[in-house]
């Protein structure tokens, strides 16, 4: 019931624009992290990359990635907002 809920109050759009950001979320060391999800919000956000940007993007979403899982800094991190912060 909850997701026909959320499918009849968001498009399409608007759905996989939410599930491509909770992929940020850095709760139980980033568990929710998807490379292809990160790929896919660039992609929905062409206009703001350039062709190289985009070449050099899976690179530096794994370096992100192993960075997040490594230091200690990021470790007790529980939601976005805190990411952010």
């Known amino acids: 019931?909850?997701?026909?809920?959320?499918?009849?109050?968001?498009?399409e759009a608007s759905t996989e624009l939410l599930l491509c950001i909770s992929?940020?979320?850095p709760s139980n060391s980033f568990c929710a992290y998807s490379k292809e999800?990160?790929?896919r919000l660039a992609e929905l956000y062409s206009t703001n990359f350039?062709?190289?940007?985009?070449v050099?993007?899976?690179h530096q979403i794994s370096t992100y990635i192993l960075n997040m899982h490594t230091s200690k800094k990021f470790s007790s991190l529980e939601s976005i907002v805190?990411?952010?912060k």
Do not use: P
């Open 1 to 11: 019931m909850q997701l026909q809920e959320l499918n009849n109050r968001f498009s």
């Open 37 to 39: 999800k990160l790929i």
């Open 50 to 54: 350039s062709i190289v940007e985009f």
């Open 82 to 84: 805190d990411l952010a």
């Open 23 to 25: 992929c940020l979320n």
């Open 56 to 58: 050099a993007l899976e």
